[in-house]
């Protein structure tokens, strides 16, 4: 079997022994055997003596934590790098804070380049608004600046790179000294990203690949497409990946698909679905979410890009040419045409052919338990951002803002959707939140809607197993005999089993529950550290005290 974007290189056989692996083949594992690039064994540190003197290596853990690597199952790499290398306004306390951020920025960058910036949340200021066209034309002195909102569903500009963008004004979600929103910001972003050289954009995806290698992430899902990067962006990530070690790279082409002939394309662009980011409506912090009844800060219902009969025509499409399928979907009038869509096209081929495809969705947050019950027996995979919720949820949070307090208290169901056999995959979205794996499983075990809290045990397959689940394997994401050698080496204090309540007993470290232990996760404990991180076999990452 040809493991994707696996860097051929020579394999040793590795011991690895004196510390906790978690592996569901053994829950009291301490070593571990890994050879030519997968688990060989795992078990007890007296058997391990077996193996020593027929390894190449043998590793002491000297007490670390051995995990299966991290999946992120939605990340834009060359953003996340553009803003791990450019501009991160997502510290900024004041819209004055941020302008003198974007003017220091305008003077250590070279004349000749674009500026671009990321992260800003207007609803964390005083002032409460984004900064005017004119405030951002003298901060970046008359210079091209690109500023995504934080959610990147918008994004406010200055003069000179509107007038890179001929015809800008004509176009939808064009305001004059508002963000620009749909076409407008996608015109806009086009320009700002085809003004990056290619060897930028090389040196952005490393960054961003080097970052999630020291996180202890092993594999990234890239929600690419059209309206997000171009081609050459997505293949020159894809051959990036393959060539050189780092976290393994599927990526996503989110590009409707009508035809055997389309869904070929997407094929040889390297994709491994069209899916991703294909665009049902936008964000709630844009306004552009698509919901069934107004926001509660707006006099709108926000903005519908597909329509049921486009979800199903594109399912539809795809699963007959054998491809997987997918889409972003947050507001519940969005996900509502999702599920129509999709279930139209189960009425066309056959529910188990839908179910097979293993077709999904992005974001899913305003679900009901209507559309939570379309999606298992749908057999639609909900690849979820719980960082979300950690950012936005709450009483006093912006989802609360734009939803009231009520309709808020709904979103990022968790709980519910396992109950209901639903697969979930965690992801990042990064760089809308950042790459922090262990902080992804935290916000999902510590929810700020306690009825959607889940335990860690549970959160933790899903930003592990569930992410290979989501491309359709399920021999990987877990340390056991022969799966991809993927882990995570981890410094971390005591392990403990964590539930999300108090019906069951919330911690415990009795070990005849016979679950593996994971680190403590209560808000405020430290999280683990990455010591090292391994793909395929092969070490990607090694932290600079080892």
């Not at 501009?87 to 305008?106: K, P, Q, T």
């Not at 552009?288 to 597909?306: F, I, K, V």
């Not at 399920?474 to 019906?503: H, I, K, M, N, S």
């Given at each position: 079997?040809t493991e994707h974007n696996a860097p051929r290189a020579e394999h040793r056989t590795v011991l690895l022994r004196g510390g906790d692996v978690h592996s569901p083949a053994d829950p009291f594992a301490t070593a571990m055997v890994v050879e030519r690039g997968h688990v060989a064994w795992v078990g007890s540190e007296g058997a391990a003596d077996a193996f020593a003197s027929g390894v190449d290596e043998v590793i002491d853990l000297e007490g670390a934590l051995v995990t299966p690597a991290f999946t992120d199952a939605h990340v834009?790499?060359?953003?996340?790098?553009?803003?791990?290398?450019?501009?991160?306004?997502?510290?900024?306390?004041?819209?004055?804070?941020?302008?003198?951020?974007?003017?220091?920025?305008?003077?250590?960058?070279?004349?000749?380049?674009?500026?671009?910036?990321?992260?800003?949340?207007?609803?964390?200021?005083?002032?409460?608004?984004?900064?005017?066209?004119?405030?951002?034309?003298?901060?970046?002195?008359?210079?091209?600046?690109?500023?995504?909102?934080?959610?990147?569903?918008?994004?406010?500009?200055?003069?000179?790179?509107?007038?890179?963008?001929?015809?800008?004004?004509?176009?939808?979600?064009?305001?004059?000294?508002?963000?620009?929103?749909?076409?407008?910001?996608?015109?806009?972003?086009?320009?700002?990203?085809?003004?990056?050289?290619?060897?930028?954009?090389?040196?952005?995806?490393?960054?961003?690949?080097?970052?999630?290698?020291?996180?202890?992430?092993?594999?990234?899902?890239?929600?690419?497409?059209?309206?997000?990067?171009?081609?050459?962006?997505?293949?020159?990530?894809?051959?990036?990946?393959?060539?050189?070690?780092?976290?393994?790279?599927?990526?996503?082409?989110?590009?409707?698909?009508?035809?055997?002939?389309?869904?070929?394309?997407?094929?040889?662009?390297?994709?491994?679905?069209?899916?991703?980011?294909?665009?049902?409506?936008?964000?709630?912090?844009?306004?552009?979410?698509?919901?069934?009844?107004?926001?509660?800060?707006?006099?709108?219902?926000?903005?519908?890009?597909?329509?049921?009969?486009?979800?199903?025509?594109?399912?539809?499409?795809?699963?007959?040419?054998?491809?997987?399928?997918?889409?972003?979907?947050?507001?519940?009038?969005?996900?509502?045409?999702?599920?129509?869509?999709?279930?139209?096209?189960?009425?066309?081929?056959?529910?188990?052919?839908?179910?097979?495809?293993?077709?999904?969705?992005?974001?899913?947050?305003?679900?009901?338990?209507?559309?939570?019950?379309?999606?298992?027996?749908?057999?639609?995979?909900?690849?979820?951002?719980?960082?979300?919720?950690?950012?936005?949820?709450?009483?006093?949070g912006m989802y609360a803002q734009r939803l009231g307090v009520e309709r808020a208290r709904t979103l990022n169901p968790y709980a519910d959707l396992l109950r209901a056999g639903v697969p979930l995959a965690f992801g990042s979205d990064s760089p809308v939140t950042p790459l922090d794996p262990w902080g992804t499983v935290r916000a999902a075990a510590f929810h700020r809607t306690p009825e959607h809290r889940v335990s860690v045990r549970a959160a933790f397959t899903a930003h592990t197993r569930g992410g290979w689940r989501a491309?359709?394997?399920?021999?990987?994401?877990?340390?056991?005999?022969?799966?991809?050698?993927?882990?995570?080496?981890?410094?971390?204090?005591?392990?403990?089993?964590?539930?999300?309540?108090?019906?069951?007993?919330?911690?415990?470290?009795?070990?005849?529950?016979?679950?593996?232990?994971?680190?403590?996760?209560?808000?405020?404990?430290?999280?683990?550290?990455?010591?090292?991180?391994?793909?395929?076999?092969?070490?990607?990452?090694?932290?600079?005290?080892?």
């Open positions: 079997m834009h790499t060359t953003s996340t790098g553009l803003a791990l290398t450019g501009l991160d306004l997502s510290g900024a306390r004041s819209l004055a804070d941020a302008l003198d951020l974007v003017r220091a920025h305008a003077a250590a960058t070279p004349a000749g380049q674009i500026l671009l910036g990321h992260g800003w949340d207007a609803t964390r200021w005083p002032e409460q608004r984004p900064p005017s066209r004119g405030e951002l034309d003298e901060a970046a002195g008359g210079r091209p600046l690109y500023l995504p909102r934080v959610d990147v569903h918008s994004a406010v500009v200055t003069t000179a790179l509107l007038d890179l963008v001929p015809g800008v004004t004509a176009l939808t979600g064009y305001h004059p000294d508002a963000p620009l929103t749909a076409a407008a910001h996608h015109a806009v972003r086009a320009a700002a990203h085809g003004a990056v050289t290619p060897q930028q954009r090389a040196e952005a995806q490393r960054a961003a690949l080097a970052r999630a290698a020291s996180l202890g992430i092993g594999t990234v899902h890239e929600c690419a497409g059209p309206e997000i990067s171009d081609e050459q962006d997505f293949t020159g990530l894809l051959k990036l990946a393959a060539e050189e070690p780092g976290p393994r790279v599927f990526g996503y082409w989110a590009e409707r698909v009508a035809d055997a002939k389309d869904a070929e394309r997407i094929r040889e662009l390297g994709a491994i679905g069209a899916a991703g980011d294909l665009f049902v409506d936008g964000s709630l912090g844009s306004h552009t979410a698509c919901l069934h009844a107004p926001y509660a800060d707006a006099a709108h219902t926000g903005t519908a890009h597909l329509d049921a009969a486009a979800v199903a025509a594109h399912v539809t499409a795809c699963t007959e040419a054998g491809l997987q399928a997918g889409f972003h979907a947050i507001g519940d009038a969005a996900i509502s045409s999702v599920v129509d869509g999709v279930r139209a096209s189960a009425q066309k081929l056959g529910l188990a052919r839908i179910r097979a495809a293993r077709h999904r969705v992005e974001h899913a947050e305003m679900l009901t338990p209507a559309t939570i019950a379309a999606f298992a027996d749908l057999g639609l995979t909900a690849s979820v951002q719980p960082a979300f919720d950690a950012a936005w949820g709450g009483d006093e491309v359709g394997r399920d021999d990987a994401g877990t340390l056991v005999p022969g799966a991809p050698a993927d882990y995570a080496v981890w410094r971390a204090d005591e392990l403990v089993v964590q539930a999300p309540d108090d019906r069951v007993a919330r911690w415990s470290t009795d070990p005849r529950s016979g679950t593996p232990g994971l680190p403590d996760l209560t808000p405020g404990a430290e999280l683990p550290v990455c010591l090292r991180t391994v793909v395929f076999g092969q070490t990607v990452f090694v932290h600079p005290d080892e």
